[in-house]
């Protein structure tokens, strides 16, 4: 436990990998944790005995933000409530035709980002910001069809959320302890206090909604009159039925906090590391921006249709981005269901499993120039976000996988095409590239410690239509 004090939990968790090995037991307080951290060990957890690790454990924490396990990424594996609503959210929530009828929202919210950024005077522009406005002003547009009125408050609320939901404070690591309890009153208040106004605020959202009578939409996205977004569907089929279980208010409440968390968060951090690391390698951006610029030459906005699997090296800067700082850098926590061995050795019934997927992507044996930005590595590989390559793991493996990868992705490219074709990009005040901080914070997401500011000037005519 002391050897996580003071240092991020996947950094201290690497340390320790290099000298015991890449199947490791550690205690955290009462919490009996394996952590594993090579390719060969992951793909037992995730593949071989993946029914196995299909749990999570819910720490007291994570159960005041998700309802208890009433939502998709905490809800308990088996349970006919995670089969259902998991099938809802891939197939129909985060499916492709529902991604690709999201495309408009795509396009007018990374017009918005640029027209933002060019009548701003001066041109110092804090990118995390712009970014994390633009990815919840997209997250909320696709799934309640409305920016949020409550979107700063909801931004700032859910950056403290994500910290306590690390899962390294006292009352998690020693749940039946009082003495953590007292000493950790403090956090368990501010996380009741912070839920609570999470849900309100959804609440909120989820009234208005239904006053608009927006259930009412027949739903057919070709045949509607307006696009239907992700709460328009789970009120349909809370009204309709359908499913295996009833989605109660509190169900649509925890689904709808991982549509907004999962979506918005990871592909906001992404995007704002892949733009630091642009900057970071001036040869790596000009041909980033090479290619976007010759793509779209004398085009006054990105249309999505446009740049669709025709920025190969822009898809190989966001997989080399993903390597290097995939967001949830320990994945989300996994349960051993069964006593059972991982490379030969034994996994009690109920250890708590960290995948260290940022270790894996850093290993040196198994990445050249593994510190290194290269984008150019993936250019004759393969290895996709599929889950099957276990060196490279930003959104998981197996039956836990993320179901948002394809939506996130698309997120991420259009609002990197867009910043890279409208503007040239430097630190400020001339400092050199090497001098950009690259340091994470502290959280169940691994985010820059300081934000991003960069010098923006103009490339091309800005899309100053709506
Ligand atoms: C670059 C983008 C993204 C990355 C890197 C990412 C990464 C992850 C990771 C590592 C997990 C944990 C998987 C596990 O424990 O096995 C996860 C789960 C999840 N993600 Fe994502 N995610 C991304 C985008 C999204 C988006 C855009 C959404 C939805 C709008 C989303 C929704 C979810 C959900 C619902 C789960 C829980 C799945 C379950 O427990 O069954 N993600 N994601």
């Given at each position: 436990m002391h050897c996580l004090l003071g240092a991020l939990p996947h950094h201290a968790m690497r340390r320790l990998a290099q000298r015991y090995g890449p199947v490791m037991l550690l205690r955290l307080g009462h919490v009996r944790a394996v952590v594993v951290s090579s390719p060969e060990a992951a793909r037992e957890v995730m593949k071989t005995h993946d029914a196995i690790f299909a749990n999570r454990p819910l720490y007291v924490t994570m159960d005041i933000f998700t309802y208890s396990g009433r939502n998709i990424t905490f809800a308990p594996y088996q349970s006919r409530h995670w089969k259902e609503v998991r099938r809802l959210c891939a197939t129909?929530?985060?499916g492709p035709k529902r991604v690709l009828s999201f495309r408009p929202i795509r396009e007018e919210e990374a017009a918005s980002l640029v027209r933002g950024i060019a009548a701003s005077?001066?041109?110092?522009?804090?990118v995390s910001e712009r970014i994390k406005v633009l990815m919840t002003d997209l997250l909320m547009r696709c799934a309640i069809g409305d920016r949020c009125p409550m979107r700063d408050e909801y931004i700032a609320d859910m950056d403290k959320a994500l910290e306590l939901m690390a899962g390294f404070n006292l009352i998690d690591l020693f749940p039946g302890s009082w003495l953590a309890r007292t000493l950790g009153a403090g956090s368990l208040r501010a996380a009741r206090e912070l839920h609570d106004r999470i849900h309100r605020i959804t609440q909120a959202i989820i009234d208005y909604h239904e006053s608009k009578g927006?259930?009412?939409?027949?739903?057919?996205v070709e045949g509607s009159s307006r696009r239907e977004d992700i709460l328009d569907l789970l009120l349909r089929f809370q009204k309709?039925?359908?499913?295996?279980i009833t989605l109660t208010t509190q169900v649509l409440s925890g689904v709808m906090f991982d549509v907004f968390a999962a979506g918005s968060e990871t592909t906001g951090t992404t995007t704002i590391w892949a733009m630091s690391e642009l900057v970071r390698s001036p040869r790596v951006m000009e041909r980033a921006q090479s290619e976007v610029r010759q793509l779209l030459h004398g085009k006054t906005r990105v249309p999505e249709a446009d740049i669709q699997g025709r920025l190969p090296y822009l898809q190989t800067v966001i997989k080399e981005t993903l390597r290097l700082h995939?967001?949830?850098?320990?994945i989300l926590p996994r349960l051993c269901g069964e006593s059972t061995k991982v490379l030969g050795f034994d996994v009690p019934e109920g250890t708590t499993v960290f995948v260290n997927v940022w270790a894996l992507g850093r290993d040196k044996i198994l990445w050249a120039d593994a510190d290194e930005f290269k984008?150019?590595?993936?250019?004759?590989?393969?290895?996709?976000?599929?889950?099957?390559?276990?060196?490279?793991l930003p959104g998981d493996a197996?039956?836990?996988?993320?179901?948002?990868l394809t939506f996130g992705v698309a997120n991420i490219e259009i609002t990197l095409a867009s910043l890279l074709y409208h503007f040239d990009w430097k630190l400020p005040g001339?400092?050199?590239?090497?001098?950009l901080d690259m340091s994470e914070s502290y959280g169940i997401t691994a985010r820059r410690k300081t934000d991003l500011l960069l010098e923006a000037t103009p490339y091309v005519p800005h899309g100053l239509e709506s």
């Amino acid at each position: 436990m002391h050897c996580l004090l003071g240092a991020l939990p996947h950094h201290a968790m690497r340390r320790l990998a290099q000298r015991y090995g890449p199947v490791m037991l550690l205690r955290l307080g009462h919490v009996r944790a394996v952590v594993v951290s090579s390719p060969e060990a992951a793909r037992e957890v995730m593949k071989t005995h993946d029914a196995i690790f299909a749990n999570r454990p819910l720490y007291v924490t994570m159960d005041i933000f998700t309802y208890s396990g009433r939502n998709i990424t905490f809800a308990p594996y088996q349970s006919r409530h995670w089969k259902e609503v998991r099938r809802l959210c891939a197939t129909e929530l985060l499916g492709p035709k529902r991604v690709l009828s999201f495309r408009p929202i795509r396009e007018e919210e990374a017009a918005s980002l640029v027209r933002g950024i060019a009548a701003s005077p001066p041109a110092l522009v804090n990118v995390s910001e712009r970014i994390k406005v633009l990815m919840t002003d997209l997250l909320m547009r696709c799934a309640i069809g409305d920016r949020c009125p409550m979107r700063d408050e909801y931004i700032a609320d859910m950056d403290k959320a994500l910290e306590l939901m690390a899962g390294f404070n006292l009352i998690d690591l020693f749940p039946g302890s009082w003495l953590a309890r007292t000493l950790g009153a403090g956090s368990l208040r501010a996380a009741r206090e912070l839920h609570d106004r999470i849900h309100r605020i959804t609440q909120a959202i989820i009234d208005y909604h239904e006053s608009k009578g927006a259930a009412a939409t027949t739903g057919d996205v070709e045949g509607s009159s307006r696009r239907e977004d992700i709460l328009d569907l789970l009120l349909r089929f809370q009204k309709d039925g359908g499913l295996g279980i009833t989605l109660t208010t509190q169900v649509l409440s925890g689904v709808m906090f991982d549509v907004f968390a999962a979506g918005s968060e990871t592909t906001g951090t992404t995007t704002i590391w892949a733009m630091s690391e642009l900057v970071r390698s001036p040869r790596v951006m000009e041909r980033a921006q090479s290619e976007v610029r010759q793509l779209l030459h004398g085009k006054t906005r990105v249309p999505e249709a446009d740049i669709q699997g025709r920025l190969p090296y822009l898809q190989t800067v966001i997989k080399e981005t993903l390597r290097l700082h995939p967001p949830a850098p320990l994945i989300l926590p996994r349960l051993c269901g069964e006593s059972t061995k991982v490379l030969g050795f034994d996994v009690p019934e109920g250890t708590t499993v960290f995948v260290n997927v940022w270790a894996l992507g850093r290993d040196k044996i198994l990445w050249a120039d593994a510190d290194e930005f290269k984008p150019e590595r993936f250019e004759d590989d393969t290895t996709d976000f599929s889950g099957t390559d276990f060196r490279f793991l930003p959104g998981d493996a197996g039956r836990r996988m993320c179901p948002g990868l394809t939506f996130g992705v698309a997120n991420i490219e259009i609002t990197l095409a867009s910043l890279l074709y409208h503007f040239d990009w430097k630190l400020p005040g001339g400092a050199s590239p090497y001098e950009l901080d690259m340091s994470e914070s502290y959280g169940i997401t691994a985010r820059r410690k300081t934000d991003l500011l960069l010098e923006a000037t103009p490339y091309v005519p800005h899309g100053l239509e709506s």
